[in-house]
């Protein structure tokens, strides 16, 4: 089994960072890829961004285009979701995921594996 942990999220006031991590434990794969997506109280869920496990194909939403940045430290199973000058419209769940097989798809469906969730609210 996978299992998947987020955490680092918060409260912060606009124009503020966080960093999320995503803790990966379990069974481990050779090939794989990384997501991260968000939903707001009555919204669907929708990507953020992508990583494959090379660290070296990324995917960046454009509404976070320029302000976030997701990285991965496979000696630690671990993704990260940096995000710098936040804004209220970024409050939300984020969850992270996991999908088998190389390609970096922002699509939820094609995730295999995901966590728990953990908050992110921007107070304006």
């Known amino acids: 089994q996978v299992r998947l942990v987020e955490s680092g999220g918060g409260l912060v006031q606009a124009g503020g960072s966080l960093r999320l991590s995503c803790a990966v434990s379990?069974?481990?794969?050779?090939?794989?890829?990384m997501g991260w997506f968000r939903q707001a109280p009555g919204k669907e869920r929708d990507v953020v961004a992508a990583?494959?496990?090379?660290?070296?194909?990324?995917y960046i939403a454009d509404s976070v285009k320029g302000r976030f940045t997701i990285s991965i430290d496979n000696a630690k199973n671990t993704v990260y979701l940096q995000m710098n000058s936040l804004k209220p419209e970024d409050t939300a769940v984020y969850y992270c995921a996991l999908r088998r097989g190389p390609e970096v798809v922002a699509v939820g469906p094609a995730y295999d594996y995901w966590g728990q969730g953990t908050q992110v609210t921007v107070s304006s």
């Open positions: 379990g069974r481990t794969f050779s090939r794989y890829a």
């Open positions: 990583i494959s496990w090379s660290g070296l194909t990324t």
